[in-house]
């Protein structure tokens, strides 16, 4: 029976780390190794983990808390988690979310048996108290890296199992807290053997009450994340030669990396347009960006800077 590692990072979530907890100590499967990364948080998330642990005698011996030594955020503390982590499948969880009681069992028994690297599991989104399911679409298509859109399930890290041995090859990412899951997963799913998507929600994802939240960053840092993301990813593939054959994911990912350039209320065109021009040409056929947008980001290629920047101070100003 594989040993499967939970990553947990824990940074300012006293108000969801117990169900959090509670659902991982609750697993039906018994081979377990429990990390929580303490990010140097300032309230009582971690009291309150080791007082509940003591709930589960069976869990005590498999979970450990281990701490950064200064706040650094998603992206390095749960670097240091996989860093530490021993087990043949590593599964990372957000510390404001919980997960169905067999989800690592089912994963699992399908990774072994199907032989899968990697297997992905719709989610329940969980907002004021209402609930609903995003599912996986076509499970088939679900891994077909070329064709993913950005900013989609396709790309959270929380919603996957992944064998440990195709972590390991992955070098750390860069420390930015947005687009973090997709300098991982995209990296994992070019290497990975027979990845498999299934229609069974089993990971309950909050919205809008952390406001720790990425939703939450300034849009500034949002940008910057995006696009450092966008450049080392493609750096990773172009040094491992499978820049050619995920040239429409490259592509596809560093357009949308730059389009925070024409969004919220200071608009830099001219930024826009020398970052990545060379995703410019055929910006009608990006088919995962709905049209409206499509067509401004046409205009702005073809019209001059000076002119969009004007437009776009005229409507700031109404």
Not at 128 to 155: V, Y
Not at 182 to 194: D, E, F, G, W, Y
Not at 236 to 248: C, R
Request: glycine share 4%; net charge neutral; aromatic share 10%.
């Amino acid at each position: 029976m594989p040993l499967v590692s939970v990553i947990v990072p824990v940074y300012n979530v006293e108000r969801y780390i117990e169900q959090c907890a509670r659902s991982i100590f609750e697993q039906t499967y018994p081979r377990l190794e429990i990390i929580f990364v303490n990010d140097c948080t300032p309230d009582g998330s971690i009291y309150l983990l080791k007082t509940l642990v003591t709930n589960y005698p069976a869990r005590m011996s498999q979970s450990k808390i281990i701490d950064t030594g200064k706040n650094s955020g998603l992206t390095v503390a749960r670097s240091i988690g996989i860093k530490k982590c021993t087990g043949d499948y590593v599964l990372c969880i957000d510390s404001d979310d919980y997960i169905e009681p067999c989800m690592v069992e089912q994963l699992t028994e399908i990774a072994i048996t199907g032989n899968h690297d990697i297997v992905a599991t719709p989610y329940f989104t969980n907002s004021n108290g209402s609930e609903k399911i995003i599912d996986m679409g076509d499970c088939d298509k679900f891994f077909c890296l070329n064709s993913m859109p950005i900013d989609t399930l396709h790309f959270s890290l929380w919603n996957k199992l992944i064998n440990k041995s195709i972590i390991d090859q992955i070098p750390e990412i860069p420390n930015a807290n947005c687009w973090e899951d997709l300098a991982m997963t995209s990296r994992a799913i070019a290497l990975a053997k027979n990845p498999k998507a299934i229609n069974v929600p089993l990971y309950h994802y909050r919205i809008g009450e952390n406001a720790n939240s990425l939703t939450s960053q300034p849009h500034e840092k949002r940008l910057h994340d995006q696009l450092t993301v966008a450049r080392f990813v493609e750096q990773w593939f172009i040094d491992n030669n499978l820049d050619t054959k995920y040239a429409p994911f490259l592509r596809n990912m560093k357009f949308s990396a730059k389009i925070k350039f024409l969004r919220g209320p200071n608009r830099d065109f001219a930024a826009w347009k020398r970052t990545f021009p060379e995703t410019n040409n055929g910006i009608l056929h990006y088919r995962h960006i709905p049209l409206h947008y499509r067509l401004l980001f046409f205009m702005a290629d073809i019209l001059p800077t000076r002119l969009c920047q004007r437009i776009s101070d005229a409507i700031s100003k109404k």
